[in-house]
C-alpha cells in the first residue's frame, strides 16, 4: 500500500511539474537576502516579464534561500525543476573552472575593466562552453558593487587577517585567496552567516557591500573594511532546454527583461555604495578604509601557483591584465 501511495505521488508531481511546463512558468530562483541587490534585479525581472508576456508566460520568483543555497538553485535550474536563477558568475567556476577568475582579488581594476571582460570573445566562449555542456544559457551579466570585509575585530593590515576564522563561499577561488592571505576558511551558508558572526563560530566574513548590509552582517561584525578585493558580478541565467522550448516572441521578451534588470542593477549599485556606507555608520559599523597594496601584492605573487593547480586556464588572469 505504502509504495502504491509512494507512486501514486511521484505520478502526481510528475504530472504537475509537466503542467506547469505547458502552461509556460517559469520558477525562478534566488538566494540574496531580501532587499540585496540580486533579490531587487531578479524581482525587476519578474515584474517586467509579467507585465510584457500578457499572460502567456508567467515568471513565479522565489526569493531568499527558499530552495536552499546557490549551489542547490543552480543544480535544480540544470535538472529543470527550476528554470532561472539570477545572482553572481562566480558560482560557474564550480563547472567551468576559467569563471573562478572573476573571484580572485584584485584582478579587475575597476567597473569597466570588468565589462570589458564580459564582453571579450574570451568570456563569450566561456559562456558557450557553460551553455552546450551544462544547459545553462546567460541572458545577461555585468558588474555591480565591490565585495567588502565584515569582521568582528579592526583590521588595519594583511598581518590582521593571520588565522582569522573567515567565512567564504563554496567557490574554490575564493577558498583559496583567503587562505593566500593568512585566514582559516570556513564554510557557512548565507543566511547563516550573520549568526556565525555573533556566537564566533566565525570571525569575518566578506561580500558585496548592499547584500551584506541587506544581511544586516554589519550588525553581526561591526568593523566594516573597505577591502574591495572583488568587484562583484550580476547575471541572470535560464535552463537551456525551457529557453529553447519558448517561441520566438517569449525568448526575446525574456532575454531583453534579463538585459534591462541587469543593467539596472549595475547602475543602481554603483549609486548606492555611499549611501549604504552612511547607514552603517549611522547604525553603528566602524567602517574604514585600508592600504590594500600589500594583500593586492600577495593575491598577485600567487597567480603562478593558482594557475600551476589548474584553477583556471594558464595565462588567463595576464590576457585579462592587459585588456
Known amino acids: 500500500m505504502q509504495l502504491i501511495r509512494s507512486l501514486a505521488l511521484a505520478t502526481g508531481l510528475a504530472a504537475a511539474a509537466t503542467a506547469a511546463w505547458a502552461q509556460q512558468t517559469i520558477v525562478f530562483g534566488g538566494s540574496d537576502a531580501i532587499g540585496g541587490t540580486f533579490d531587487v534585479q531578479n524581482k525587476l ?45 562566480d558560482w560557474y567556476a564550480n563547472f567551468n573552472k576559467d569563471f573562478a577568475v572573476f573571484g580572485w582579488g584584485f584582478t579587475f581594476r575597476d567597473a569597466d ?21 551544462q544547459g545553462i544559457r546567460i541572458l545577461a551579466a555585468s558588474t555591480t558593487q565591490p ?46 552567516v550573520p549568526l556565525g558572526l555573533r556566537t ?10 548592499a547584500s551584506a548590509y541587506a544581511a544586516k552582517m554589519h550588525e553581526a561584525a561591526k568593523f566594516v573594511t573597505r577591502t574591495d578585493h572583488i568587484l562583484s558580478t550580476a547575471h541572470i ?53 585600508i592600504d590594500t597594496k600589500a594583500i593586492n601584492e600577495r593575491a598577485r605573487e600567487a597567480v603562478a601557483k593558482m594557475e600551476a593547480e589548474g584553477l583556471w586556464s594558464a595565462g588567463l588572469w595576464q590576457k585579462i591584465q592587459g585588456m
Open 113 to 133: 575593466h570588468v565589462q570589458k571582460f564580459i564582453d571579450s570573445d574570451i568570456y563569450k566562449t566561456m559562456a558557450e562552453q557553460l551553455r552546450e555542456k
Open 45 to 89: 525581472f519578474t515584474k517586467l516579464v509579467n507585465e510584457r508576456a500578457a499572460g502567456k508566460l508567467r515568471v513565479n520568483f522565489i526569493a531568499g534561500e527558499q530552495l536552499g543555497p546557490d549551489m542547490q538553485v543552480i543544480e535544480q535550474m540544470m535538472q529543470s525543476s527550476v528554470q532561472m536563477y539570477g545572482d553572481v558568475l
Open 237 to 289: 541565467t535560464i535552463n537551456e532546454k525551457y529557453f529553447t522550448a519558448l517561441s520566438p516572441d517569449l525568448q526575446k521578451i525574456v532575454a531583453d527583461a534579463a538585459r534591462e534588470a541587469v543593467l539596472a542593477t549595475r547602475e543602481s549599485a554603483s549609486k548606492e555604495v555611499d549611501d549604504i556606507v552612511a547607514k552603517m555608520r549611522k547604525e553603528g559599523a566602524t567602517v574604514s578604509s
Open 147 to 192: 565585495r567588502v570585509l565584515f569582521s568582528r575585530k579592526a583590521v588595519q593590515s594583511l598581518a590582521d587577517l593571520k588565522d582569522v576564522k573567515m567565512r567564504v563561499p563554496e567557490i574554490k577561488t575564493y577558498l583559496a585567496l583567503w587562505e593566500t592571505l593568512g585566514t582559516r576558511p570556513s564554510r557557512l551558508a548565507w543566511a547563516e
Open 200 to 209: 564566533g563560530v566565525v570571525e569575518a566574513a566578506e561580500g558585496p557591500i
